[in-house]
């Protein structure tokens, strides 16, 4: 039901062109470069086997690819361009009775305790922080946000993570509160703009933290996306980062909006609120639950298959309700990755649980591709099994024996 929303593609026509494309279907091997060979020859195969072309394709249930976004298909993280931004532009409000606990119920008293003492005087008459003024208050917000350390070294959050939220990314979310919709697209859009001019490897300096200042779209990723929607293909982005921000970097990419999903504040009166759309057990107006781990899982068995509310954390059953593709970077896009039932693709950044997985290759469908920007060194011996936080599992829950990563 969901995924008829998407159906922009039919019999041929293109997601961002409207054309009817005709004869063999569009590969990776006619765009630009990047991809290690085999890779590519992979997913050229993937295409030519579900796409438009293969005489099982139906353009009624098209096959789906869903992507992280950040260091996935971009370099950086578009949920720390837009908070940097906000906190340089003085466009965080200051929590309804300066209570920072409202704000996020993960904060603990100490780093509630540091905001009130930073952020107390930095209040303008509208309500915003005047951060740009106040550096305790800019420092203050970003060490949090960042290191999830108060300024006195304390910790800020009472749980970090859990298998469905990371508390300092559910934050860049829940510090968009007071605004509108239309302001918050403005403000990422903004953000973007700025980071995409910005040199490679550069920086900025704010509140005290040093913070890389460009974003870069790899092009590699967004030929991919094309030929995916030029055969027929269902692409989706689901990201930890806030909505708003997602949608303007999908845009770049092709991806319309309706096919986005990030952390989704509710509105109330036109406002965001420091709370999300709910999924699966998890209702509306809480903060237990976003795109993250466990979470991109509900939000994809909610938001593109339709799975009802019981069904929506765990893996599907049915192998028509899964995604046939997936692509991340981290450890918390394993459970996206491992419910795919065609190719995974990695994005090298070395995180252990993604890696052991990957290097693993259950079934002979993990794809490692190295970033197509500032690529880092394989990992060497990985301890899939041995290490201290234990093992890491694969697609059927089996223990990972130790790995070792060659490269490339």
Known sequence: MLRLLGLTLALGFTACSGHVRTGPPMLLSERTGGWRPEVRERLDALLTAHGRSSPSFNPRRRPVAVFDLDNTLIKNDVGDALVSWLVEHDELYAPPDGDWLRTSSHLTDAAVQALSGACGDAVGPEGRLLTRLHARCA??????????????GAQAWRQASTPTLNASYAWAA?????????????????????????????????GGYELPSFIRVYEA??????????????????????????????????????????????????????????????????????????????????????????????????????PLFAAGDSDTDVSMLQDAVGLKLVIRRNKRRLMCNALANWQGTWLIQPMFLEPVAPMGPVPCASHADGPVRDEQGNPIPDQFDAGP
Not at 139 to 152: D, F, N
Not at 182 to 205: F, H, I, V
């Open 139 to 152: 420092s203050a917000v970003l060490g949090i946000y960042l290191e999830g350390k108060t300024p006195e």
């Open 174 to 206: 829940q510090l968009l509160a007071g605004h509108t919709p239309s302001r918050l697209r403005q403000l990422a859009s903004e953000a973007l703009s700025a980071a995409l001019t910005e040199p490679m490897g550069a920086k900025r300096r704010i």
């Open 221 to 322: 990723q967004r030929d991919l996306i094309e030929a995916m929607q030029e055969n027929g293909f269902e692409v989706w982005v689901v990201s930890a980062s806030p909505q708003s921000a997602v949608e303007v970097v999908a845009a770049q990419l092709g991806v319309a909006a309706h096919q986005v999903i990030g952390i989704r504040n509710v509105f109330v009166d036109g406002r965001a609120r420091p709370v999300f759309e709910g999924c699966g057990p998890v209702p509306d107006g809480k903060d237990t639950l976003m795109t993250y781990d466990e979470g991109k899982r509900c939000w994809i068995n909610k938001r593109v298959f339709g799975l009802p509310a019981e069904a929506q954390l765990q893996r599907a059953e049915d192998p028509a309700s899964r």
